[in-house]
């Protein structure tokens, strides 16, 4: 994918409004580009709002979340850039419910398919629903 020619994605991200944006520091370029269209259509036709919880993991931070079962996996995704999690504000305010999350995963999958990005969303998985995340699939 050509993407670089058609986007200059660090132009794009300085002018987007994606809440807490600077967390997507060194994560995929298209995983940005795709978070920065998202934000731009949830925020002109939706509810919603999303604010970037996480994006790159040390192998520390990791291995204390599998510790306290917070992930199932010391081979995450993001520990190289390949997945970030957001958190979900409806009305402005913010929303730990699975059905938002569902919601949004319907834009970030169709926008995905737009951009030709493959992706894959973390409610998918069927024994350890993870809503908030997102990873590229290779
Ligand atoms: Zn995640």
């Known amino acids: 994918m050509s993407m670089d020619k058609e986007y200059n994605i660090d132009e794009l991200l300085i002018k987007s409004t994606l809440l807490q944006k600077d967390r997507l520091k060194n994560v995929d ?29 040390t192998k520390e931070q990791q291995e204390y979340l599998v510790k306290t079962g917070k992930s199932k996996t010391l081979n995450s995704k993001h520990l190289i850039g390949k997945a970030f999690d957001i958190c979900i504000l409806k009305n402005n305010q913010i929303t730990w419910n699975f059905d938002d999350y569902k919601a949004v995963s319907i834009h970030f999958k169709r926008i995905a398919k737009e ?3 493959s992706i894959f969303w973390g409610g998918d998985w069927k024994s350890f629903m993870d809503g908030p995340h997102y990873q590229i699939e290779e």
């Not at 370029?29 to 993991?57: A, D, F, H, P, Q």
């Open 29 to 57: 370029k298209r995983l940005i580009l795709l978070c920065i269209k998202v934000n731009e259509y949830l925020n002109s036709n939706t509810v919603y709002k999303i604010k970037i919880t996480e994006g790159m993991r």
């Open 115 to 117: 951009l030709n990005i």
